[in-house]
């Protein structure tokens, strides 16, 4: 929202009603502190920068000022994001786009606070969960949102980046997506191929090939897993269970931790976590595991890659999604939210902004500020060459025929009959998941127990 008074304000006869929704949003917004914390690890991060602000919204000469508020921080970035604003005012004369960019370690309390006083940007770069939370604190225009992504075209987005980021009742987005990063499990082709394996499709494919390569004697293992508690565990256990059938949530918003389809998938991480790193693994160590080569497959993100280009096998990769029932992929969606409660000409502006945005020559200007770890949610902009042929993409562009096929087939923990239900990030913050696969792998625990531990642990957490 613009920080100033605005003429529609002036002459608002609702101005009661307004007031009383700024105060709602005021109480929301302490729920968003704890339901942002989710961090989304195997995935980017940030440098140091400074926040911004100044008047938005009618100069009074006509000029409709809005703000931009992301988290490109580093200069190089900040030049690309403000080369995309120029262009866009060039097209747009009337239209005053300034940027705001925040340190990834501040966004989220800088999202509270300006929510909380109805004072948000104009336009937000979110992820998914950010996004989630803020439609639920009613900070986002989720109609302005159903707009852009209609006039984009929803069979122009590959169907994974839309399906993760519907609102809860299905009917909308929680932002336009705008770019990713995905997770699957990432191979070295030729490593698997010396002893005579294809790449893994199923789930008993991955296992054989893990046994196989399994000599913890000498520091070697079939495939590199996390096993801590922590977010990235539940991160990668997930494409095991959704791939199974099995979800923490039916589509009424039951509690579905303890189903056969869910003991399945945990006694199949465990087997196969037995030819993974012992003890409590983290990111670095599945990350560092694979880099060296001391086993040929790991779970990571797409944000591997510049390290495996580092040590100069990008060219030997291969992203697999082996399937039980089906394949499934893991990953996070960059959105831009539209504010909600700004004027017309704010709102309209705004639109344009995030639709300009999103045509293929500017989202890949978006998408080369990071080659390799961010992937297109658009269709057009994986196949053109200016994304395709740029030189720091190059020893990645055999992968994005398995890039897109992640992203096409993304599924999330709480995302079920094409609804998105909020109190996952809750569940995530308890770590109700990942302790099951801990206690189950690390500390030898009874499956049934930890299960039914769990269920009961995010049954409380919806009373």
Partial sequence: MDSVVTKSDLFDTNKKEKENSIMKKKWLSALLVSAMAVTLVAGCGGSGGNSGSSDAGDSGDGTVKIQFMHQQVEQERLDVVQSIIDAFEAE?????????PVNEDDYDSKITTLGGSG??????EYSQDQAKTSVANQFTDVDAVKEVVDSVGEDNYYEGALAVTKTEDGSSYVGVPLCSWVQGI???????????????????????IAKAFNDPDNKK????????????????????????????????????VNTPEMKE????????AACS????????????????????????????????????FAEDLALVLPSQKESVAYGCVTVLGIA????????????????????TEHNIEWLNMAPGGVQPVIKAASEDPAFTDL????????????????????????????????????????????????????????????????????EDLMK
């Fill in 186 to 208: 990432w191979v070295n082709e030729p490593m698997i191929k010396e002893k005579g394996f294809e790449l893994p499709e199923t789930w008993d494919d991955v296992l054989e």
């Fill in 265 to 272: 998938a945990v006694e199949f991480y465990k087997e196969l």
């Fill in 391 to 458: 030189e720091a993409r190059k020893a990645y562009e055999g992968l994005n025929d398995d890039i897109a096929v992640a992203v096409d087939n993304l599924q999330l923990f709480g995302t079920v009959d094409g609804k998105n239900f909020t109190e996952m990030g809750d569940v995530t913050n308890t770590g109700a998941i990942s302790k099951v696969i801990n206690n189950v792998v690390v500390q030898d625990a009874d499956v049934d127990a930890e299960l039914e531990t769990a269920q009961k642990a995010v």
């Fill in 277 to 312: 790193m012992p003890g409590s693994t983290e990111v670095a160590d599945v990350k560092d595991a694979f880099v060296a080569k001391n086993a040929p497959m790991a779970m990571y993100s797409t944000y591997i890659l510049s390290a495996v280009n580092d040590a100069g």
């Fill in 221 to 256: 293992y079939g495939i590199a897993l996390p096993t801590s508690e922590s977010a990235f565990t539940e991160q990668v256990f997930s494409q095991f269970a959704l791939s199974n059938g099995a979800n923490v949530f039916d589509g009424d918003k039951n509690v579905t």
């Fill in 119 to 124: 004072e948000l940007p104009a336009i937000i």
């Fill in 340 to 359: 909600a409660g700004m004027d017309d000409a704010q709102t309209e502006a705004a639109k344009k902004f995030v639709n300009f945005l999103m045509e």
């Fill in 92 to 100: 747009n004369e009337g239209i005053e786009v300034e940027s705001i």
